[in-house]
T-cell receptor, first 111, second 118 residues
Framework: ELKVEQNPLFLSMQEGKNYTIYCNYS?????LYWYRQDPGKSLESLFV?????AVKQEGRLMASLDTKARLSTLHITAAVHDLSATYFC???????????FGKGTSLLVTP | GAVVSQHPSRVICKSGTSVKIECRSL??????MFWYRQFPKKSLMLMAT?????????EQGVEKDKFLINHASLTLSTLTVTSAHPEDSSFYIC??????????????FGEGSRLTVL
């Protein structure tokens, strides 16, 4: 059974600070996705990481993938309140095609 | 960008009734759609994989007679919650894969449907 573990599950941080969310998974995969979800809303795609060493950046968010370590990180730089949301990573195993989601990281950015 | 429309966004029904949720890919063809369920402050749980023109594949523990899935065309999949009970209350999200997408793992998500069963 594929396991996707995110940590932390809850994160409260001050505006202007940096932090990293981690996503570990238990099976071989070259495809990892990060999503954002606002309360009561569906998922918004943030990043698609398709190879070892892939790094993508959009604004204050940067995502990376290490397939050998089975680890992806989502780094937040100089957080702002608008980044408050729940962030999910999801993995597609090599042997399958369905997305398997982590439990999500609920981020709250405070003044 | 690819758009997936889900309808209704909110529905309230009485116990024992059936509710149908539609998932449409508006500007692409989707041979495969996925149905997820999300409990409050929880992750997304894959319920079933819907394949156009064939029977859906259900995940372990999901009652196929309870959650009927039909994928009759390349742009529409429906989820019917039959004889709904309060424990079926949840947020249901569909996602669709573009049949011509280079990355088969890239999915486009609907807006979600919040079902409340009284």
């Amino acid at each position: 059974e594929l396991k996707v573990e995110q940590n932390p599950l809850f994160l409260s941080m001050q505006e202007g600070k940096n932090y990293t969310i981690y996503c570990n998974y238990s099976t071989t995969s070259d495809r990892l996705y990060w999503y954002r979800q606002d309360p009561g809303k569906s998922l918004e795609s943030l990043f698609v990481l398709l190879s070892n060493g892939a790094v993508k950046q959009e604004g204050r968010l940067m995502a990376s993938l290490d397939t050998k370590a089975r680890l992806s990180t989502l780094h937040i730089t100089a957080a702002v309140h608008d980044l408050s949301a729940t962030y999910f990573c999801a993995v597609v195993p090599r042997s399958g095609y369905a997305l398997n989601f982590g439990k999500g990281t609920s981020l709250l950015v405070t003044p | 960008g690819a758009v997936v429309s889900q309808h209704p966004s909110r529905v309230i029904c009485k116990s024992g009734t059936s509710v149908k949720i539609e998932c449409r890919s508006l500007d692409f063809q989707a041979t495969t759609m996925f149905w997820y369920r999300q409990f409050p402050k929880k992750s997304l749980m894959l319920m079933a994989t819907s394949n156009e023109g064939s029977k859906a594949t259900y995940e372990q523990g999901v009652e196929k007679d309870k959650f009927l899935i039909n994928h009759a065309s390349l742009t529409l999949s429906t989820l019917t919650v039959t004889s709904a009970h309060p424990e079926d209350s949840s947020f249901y999200i569909c996602s669709a894969r573009d049949r011509w997408a280079w990355d088969p793992g890239e999915l486009f998500f609907g807006e979600g449907s919040r079902l409340t069963v009284l």
